[in-house]
Nanobody, 127 residues
Framework: QVQLVESGGGLVQPGDSLRLSCAGS????????MGWFRQEPGKERGVVAA????????YYADSVKGRFTISRDNAKNTVYLQMGSLKPDDTAVYYC????????????????????WGQGTQVTVSS
């Protein structure tokens, strides 16, 4: 299992940009597929973006396509979510997650596939 810690959340205005970071510990990070999820109060946690263990393949929810970019730096055991053109609807707690020791270079869009989760970081978009 990979230990994950998110950071970079905060309060921003509509149209602003923000970069979230997820630091992983453990020796299996480079073999883990990663994902970013978000959850609004009273709603189900849903995928925002996902990236394969090599970084070659990515997936984005329709609501964030063209605005968000997921990337990873396996040398630093870190995955990032660059968020641009932020909207009030992006307000949520953002979670980093890992499919530990993924056997193939695939992306995963369902929360049930992930076995390691960070504590979450709050992103609030408001004027």
């Amino acid at each position: 299992q990979v230990q994950l810690v998110e950071s970079g959340g905060g309060l921003v205005q509509p149209g602003d940009s923000l970069r979230l970071s997820c630091a992983g510990s453990g020796r299996t990070f480079s073999r883990s597929a990663m994902g970013w999820f978000r959850q609004e109060p009273g709603k189900e946690r849903g995928v925002v973006a996902a990236i394969s263990r090599s970084g070659l393949y990515t997936y984005y929810a329709d609501s964030v396509k063209g605005r968000f970019t997921i990337s990873r730096d396996n040398a630093k055991n870190t995955v990032y979510l660059q968020m641009g053109s932020l909207k009030p609807d992006d307000t949520a707690v953002y979670y980093c997650a890992a499919v530990t020791d993924a056997y193939t270079d695939s992306v995963y869009s369902f929360a049930t596939r992930y076995d390691s989760w960070g504590q979450g970081t709050q992103v609030t978009v408001s004027s």
